[in-house]
Every structure is written in C-alpha cells, then in structure tokens.
C-alpha cells in the first residue's frame, strides 16, 4: 500500500513571498490533516477534512493560509504571504475512518525555510 | 486550554536499560490516546493506541503504555531499550469535543547508548 506523498520536500522563499504544498494520501481514506511542526515543537494541527469538507480549521491563520481539498482526494496548503515565523515543517497526515480512535498515517512532509 | 505535556524533551540511556517517557493531558472529556515514533530520517508512526477496555495497551517492538484516567496520564513503558529505540516520542491525544481534535506533546528525543 502506497503512503502519503507529499512535495516538495524542501522548499526556500523570502518573506512576502507565496508557497504551495502538495499532499496525496492513502488511497481511501476520508480524513485529511494538515499539521505545522515549528523546531522543538509537537506538530499543531493547522486544518482538518472529511472528504471534501472541513471539520477543523480553528488553528489556521486564514489571513495568509488557506488549504483545499478538491474532489476529496488531493489537498494543497497554501502560505501568502508567507512571514519568517512560517519556517516549519509541514506534515500531510490522512487516516481511514472519522472517528477520533484512527490511526493517522503521516507523509514525510516539506521543510519550509523563510528567509 | 486543552494541551498536552511531555516531562521529558530529551533522555539519554544505555542499552538494556528501562524505559519510562511521561504524558499527561489536560481535558475532562473522553480521549483518545497515542503514542507516535518518528525514528531518524523516517516518518512519524504509530507506537500504540487506548481508545477503551484495558487501560495496559501493548504496542509494537516491546513497548507498552498505561492510561491511568485519574492522573490524566498516558505513560510509555519499555523494560529493556536497545540501540534501534532511538528516536523522537510524541503522545497525542485525541479530544472528542463533538467532532475529534488530536493535540501532540513537543515530543521526546530518545537516544540509547549501544
């Protein structure tokens, strides 16, 4: 079974720039995540799918954030403009049921660096 | 606020020694528990899970963890550690609060002396 792709791996910008992250998960599964894990830090939730739509978006700063997930299958994550705070990785998680006992599968996620 | 601590971001041990990483929780609703390992250049997974029934739970490679509802603990256990354990821990709780929200501790980074 195939896990959850993510790309880039890695990606440098300037600050005020814009960047966009790719995530394709598990074939089948319902639930998507998208996670913000800073240096040091336990990954944060930023935003959570059920299919298509959001369950969970309260960590989002939807100022300069914004994710999708069309046709409930792929999902992109959005930063613009992006700020130096934003350096993180970003992980792609997705699990096959809705309920809260599902493992989660994670993908390597993609190390931002702003600079 | 709903959060989720790990007393320790970093442990040092020697092979064949024992293995206690300590997490707590704050919330007074029902959980879901987890513990993750990320092991150097791999990517998160699961260790083991408590969503109900015997608070002892049995995950892979030798490590278990005991849910202990009235401290608000999860705590992993494994009685002989070797080389290969070393790895980043993260306990995660899952909040049911009408829909689930999982919460992550900061981790802890675990590196055994061979």
């Known amino acids: 079974e195939a896990g959850v792709a993510q790309s880039p791996r890695y990606k440098i910008i300037e600050k005020r720039q814009s960047v966009a992250f790719w995530c394709n998960p598990i074939s089948g599964h319902a639930t998507l995540y998208w996670y913000q894990q800073i240096l040091g830090q336990g990954p944060k939730l930023l935003i959570q799918?059920?299919?298509?739509?959001?369950?969970?978006d309260s960590q989002l700063p939807k100022d300069r954030f914004s994710a999708e997930r069309l046709k409930g299958v792929d999902s992109t994550l959005k930063i613009q403009p992006a700020k130096l705070e934003d350096s993180a990785v970003y992980l792609c998680?997705?699990?096959?049921?809705?309920?809260?006992?599902?493992?989660?599968?994670f993908g390597p996620g993609t190390r931002l660096t702003v600079l | 606020a709903q959060s989720v601590s790990q007393h320790n971001h970093h442990v040092i041990l020697s092979e064949a020694a024992s293995l206690e990483l300590g997490c707590n929780y704050s919330y007074g609703g029902t959980v879901n528990l987890f513990w993750y390992v990320q092991y150097p250049g791999q990517h998160l997974q699961l260790l083991l899970k408590?969503?109900?029934?015997?608070?002892l739970v049995k995950g892979i490679k030798g490590f278990e963890a005991e849910f202990i509802k009235s401290k608000f603990s999860f705590n992993l256990r494994k009685p002989s550690v070797q080389w290969s354990d070393t790895a980043e821990y993260f306990c995660?709780?899952?909040?049911?609060?009408?829909?689930?929200?999982?919460?992550f501790g900061a981790g802890t980074r675990l590196f055994v002396k061979a």
């Open positions: 799918f059920q299919n298509n739509g959001v369950v969970d």
């Open positions: 998680a997705s699990s096959g049921g809705t309920g809260g006992n599902n493992e989660q599968f």
């Open positions: 408590y969503f109900s029934g015997d608070p």
């Open positions: 995660a709780v899952n909040l049911n609060t009408g829909g689930f929200k999982t919460i």
